[in-house]
């Protein structure tokens, strides 16, 4: 039998570990993941261009419409490094004006104060990136988003690291699931409407906010229910389950990965959160490196973003490894809650406003 990768033929042999076989394994999975990706490129850039062709708006002066990460050199120099040429970014600021940077980093500080401490940032600096940036193209935002958001969400890995012990295997296998997860959910968004989960979110959240509410001890005490590789498995089933539904659909995530931590696992709520933030760092970077493939980042905004969600972050931290699980668990209940309301709100808010009219 013969593989063929990269205009070559390998015999495919069956002896155990052969050395050959192994790196065979790894450029035809490369090539496949690569051959993923630009599919994957092309589905959003269409999706971008039929965005943007039904805003019917004329350029009164295409001189202050220049992107802002098309003004780093930065950019460009990575736009190249992946493949796609230099030059303006797929969309346009509609206005760059100082105010608006300082708003979304005044929302990007708060939502990485809220990563910090148990996820759910994404539920104040989207909307506001939406508000402040309403023409653009939602894959752009969203990219922006990631490029601001991974920064303080793996600062704040790196400061539980130091105060938080976890199981090394444990965060390994859980992080290589996420990324994985992550890249599958992003490609399978492309190909399924996501409404029907969109829909069901709410009741989701419903179940896990009554759930943490009637269990009082949850999550108060570390004791861990499994160990080894038992724990580092199931670790990596949360990570891919989890980092499938950021890469689809996203609200959310750090929440999920907290309450599955905890229910499923048996750690606090400061273990989980710790734990989190290193899975979540992995879902982002996904993420991150597929917009950036697909050219959907202003690297300029991103740049202000990520500074501002840093500081947040480092409150949060701070205030989270100060206060323990009890006061994660409040702020757990309060980024739950309110979750429920915006999901509830973006999903059925449409249908009774047609019903009303």
Not at 44 to 51: E, L, M, T
Not at 112 to 134: E, N
Not at 230 to 247: P, Q, R, T
Not at 301 to 310: G, H
């Amino acid at each position: 039998m013969l593989v063929r990768c990269h205009r070559r033929e390998f015999p495919y042999v069956q002896p155990k570990f052969a050395p050959i076989q192994c790196i065979d394994f790894l450029v035809i999975c490369t090539h496949k993941v690569r051959a993923t990706l630009k599919g994957v490129r092309g589905d959003i850039n269409a999706g971008s261009n039929a965005y943007r062709a039904r805003q019917v708006a004329p350029c009164g002066d295409c001189q202050t419409q220049e992107t802002k990460g098309a003004a780093l050199p930065t950019g460009g120099a990575l736009l190249s490094f992946l493949g796609r040429p230099p030059g303006r970014l797929p969309a346009a600021i509609d206005n760059p004006s100082m105010i608006d940077l300082i708003i979304v980093a005044a929302a990007s500080g708060l939502a990485g104060f809220v990563d910090a401490v148990v996820g759910g940032g994404g539920l104040v600096l989207i909307p506001a990136l939406l508000a402040t940036y309403p023409t653009a193209p939602p894959a752009t935002l969203f990219g922006t988003n990631k490029g601001g958001a991974i920064w303080g969400t793996a600062w704040a890995a790196v400061q539980f690291a130091r105060r938080v012990t976890l199981a090394r295997l444990t965060m390994a296998w859980g992080m290589a699931g996420a990324l994985a997860g992550s890249f599958f959910g992003a490609w399978v968004v492309t190909l399924v409407d996501p409404k029907p989960l969109k829909q069901a979110l709410p009741f989701v959240l419903l179940a896990i906010l009554v759930y943490t509410v009637a269990k009082k001890q949850l999550g108060r005490e570390h004791t861990p229910r499994m160990q080894g590789r038992l724990e580092a498995l199931v670790a990596a089933a949360i990570g891919l389950g989890i980092g499938f539904y950021d890469g689809f659909f996203g609200p959310g995530t750090g929440s999920f990965f907290v309450f599955l931590f905890v229910r499923v696992l048996g750690y606090d709520f400061l273990h989980a959160s710790a734990a989190a933030k290193r899975l979540n760092t992995a879902t982002n970077f996904a993420a991150l490196v597929l917009f950036a493939w697909t050219g959907h980042i202003w690297f300029g905004v991103a740049v202000v973003l990520a500074i501002a969600n840093v500081v947040g972050s480092l409150l949060g931290t701070r205030l989270a490894l100060a206060h323990g699980a009890a006061f994660v668990r409040v702020v757990f209940i309060a980024v739950v809650s309110a979750l429920i309301m915006k999901t509830a709100w973006d999903s059925f808010s449409p249908m009774f406003v047609h019903h009303v009219a």
